[in-house]
């Protein structure tokens, strides 16, 4: 309130950052702009949520009360990073790579070229996500395959982690057992592990080849080869390494 009162006389101060931790001792920032009307007119608030924040305000209020309110939204999410927590300490994930507070995805390992991904909702984190599998399909499929036949199984009273570990009937590769690099295949057509900030996301779908490529490159491949053919969003052609017939279904950043 003191601080808040402070401003009133000195308009110079026009971006404020404040501090907050939660119950579990998570660091959080929100900055607050002033504009040239403030206090008539609410400050705006930036801050690393998954979910829309904004504050309650009145001529009279302070900037103690927009703390208290983002502290209130805080406790509202601890859940959902209580769950996205467990899911970055006890497994590998692939993407993102230095996750922010807002983000909703993780790209998890499950083994060499293949993983899963999943989309959390921050408002209904012990629910089942959105899963996507990434990988050959002789792998995927029967991933896919578990994942339906044991829906049921899905108990919003134990963890995310566990849920999936459960529903899927594996357990992911272990942080303190396998290196990142076990997972981080790089390109076989690029020989990176990045590429403009993708990772490798196909796979030669042949048991014994089971190289990934980037979407960019295996597409520029596919492209440049006589024998390819494209049908809407879908190309067919040759795998660069086996020869044998890889399938790619665009998306709609190529």
């Given at each position: 309130a003191h601080k808040s009162?402070?401003?009133?006389?000195?308009?110079?101060?026009?971006?404020i950052r404040l501090k907050a931790e939660d119950s579990c001792s998570r660091n959080h920032?929100?900055?607050?702009?002033?504009?040239?009307?403030?206090?008539?007119?609410?400050?705006e608030c930036l801050v690393d949520l998954p979910v829309q924040f904004s504050a309650s305000w009145n001529p009279e209020s302070s900037l103690l009360s927009i703390h208290s309110q983002?502290?209130?939204?805080?406790?509202?999410?601890?859940?959902?990073?209580?769950?996205?927590?467990?899911?970055?300490e006890k497994t590998w994930v692939?993407?993102?790579?230095?996750?922010?507070?807002?983000?909703?995805?993780r790209r998890i390992a499950i083994g060499?070229?293949?993983?899963?991904?999943?989309?959390?909702?921050?408002?209904?984190?012990?629910?089942?996500?959105?899963?996507?599998?990434?990988?050959?399909?002789?792998?995927?499929?029967?991933?896919?395959?578990?994942?339906?036949?044991?829906?049921?199984?899905?108990?919003?009273?134990?963890?995310?982690?566990?849920?999936?570990?459960?529903v899927l009937e594996i357990d992911f590769p272990s942080r303190e057992a396998l290196q990142k690099s076990?997972?981080?295949?790089?390109c076989g057509i690029c020989y990176a592990y990045r590429l403009d900030g993708a990772i490798p996301n196909q796979?030669?779908?042949?048991?014994?080849?089971?190289?990934?490529?980037?979407?960019?490159?295996?597409?520029?491949?596919?492209?440049?080869?006589?024998?390819s053919r494209q049908s809407f969003n879908v190309i067919f052609g040759e795998c660069p390494y086996c020869n044998k017939q890889i399938t790619l279904k665009l998306s709609k950043k190529v």
């Open positions: 009162s402070a401003l009133r006389n000195y308009p110079a101060f026009s971006i920032l929100i900055t607050l702009k002033l504009n040239p009307k403030y206090p008539t007119e609410p400050p983002f502290l209130a939204a805080l406790e509202s999410l601890k859940e959902f990073w209580n769950a996205l927590d467990e899911i970055d692939l993407e993102p790579e230095k996750p922010t507070r807002s983000a909703t995805m060499n070229n293949v993983s899963v991904n999943i989309e959390v909702d921050p408002r209904h984190p012990t629910m089942l996500p959105e899963c996507y599998f990434l990988g050959a399909d002789h792998v995927v499929n029967p991933l896919k395959i578990k994942l339906n036949s044991n829906i049921h199984l899905w108990d919003p009273e134990i963890s995310l982690l566990q849920n999936l570990k459960e076990d997972f981080s295949m790089d796979v030669c779908d042949d048991a014994r080849c089971g190289q990934p490529f980037h979407e960019a490159c295996l597409y520029e491949w596919l492209r440049g080869l006589p024998s």
